[in-house]
């Protein structure tokens, strides 16, 4: 069994900062998958905003590019995503994703948390 519990999500002012952590424990070798995170916005789709593969290859959705940073710790088996500069629409439920590639994270599939909330106020 695979269990991933976020934390780090809040209300912050426009502007600000925060970072998110995911810690990650089970029975399967995290540095061998892709980790990252998905926001679900009110009355928007869920996205993938940030992912990291196994050899450390990361992507973003071009909203966050410049502004979020994703990073994994394999020794702790945690992935984290350093936002700065929020904005208010950055505002979300923050799930984290481990799967075995950026597409397969894409397409919804691997394991999820189940989601932290970031708030930005304007």
């Known amino acids: 069994q695979v269990q991933l519990v976020e934390s780090g999500g809040g209300l912050v002012q426009a502007g600000g900062s925060l970072k998110l952590s995911c810690a990650a424990s089970?029975?399967?070798?995290?540095?061998?998958?892709?980790m990252g995170w998905h926001r679900q916005a009110p009355g928007k789709q869920r996205e993938l905003v940030a992912a990291?593969?196994?050899?450390?290859?990361?992507n973003y959705v071009d909203s966050v590019k410049g502004r979020f940073t994703i990073s994994r710790d394999n020794t702790k088996n945690t992935v984290y995503l350093q936002m700065n500069s929020l904005k208010p629409e950055d505002t979300g439920v923050y799930y984290c994703n481990v799967a075995g590639t950026i597409a397969t994270m894409h397409k919804g599939m691997g394991y999820w948390g189940k989601g932290t909330l970031v708030t930005v106020s304007s």
């Open positions: 990291i593969s196994a050899g450390g290859s990361k």
């Open positions: 089970g029975s399967i070798i995290f540095s061998l998958n892709a």
